[in-house]
């Protein structure tokens, strides 16, 4: 397995912390998609909203030292 599309909305959050504790298990680092999600209000100022979900997952996953 080399690529896993995953979000935060898959399951409440378990999809990307149960991929986390699978992916340190077996020591493997396939190339991991996520998305974020944005509503109406949040598009005037975008990137902090993203670089927010962006570490969200980063945390759920706790791949990244």
Known sequence: INYIDTA????????ETNLGKVLKEIKTRPL???KVELVPEQLEDMVPEI???????DDLLSLVK
């Open 51 to 57: 670089q927010e979900d962006l570490q969200n997952s």
């Open 32 to 34: 991991i998609n996520t």
């Open 8 to 15: 935060p909305a898959y399951g409440s959050n378990n999809s």
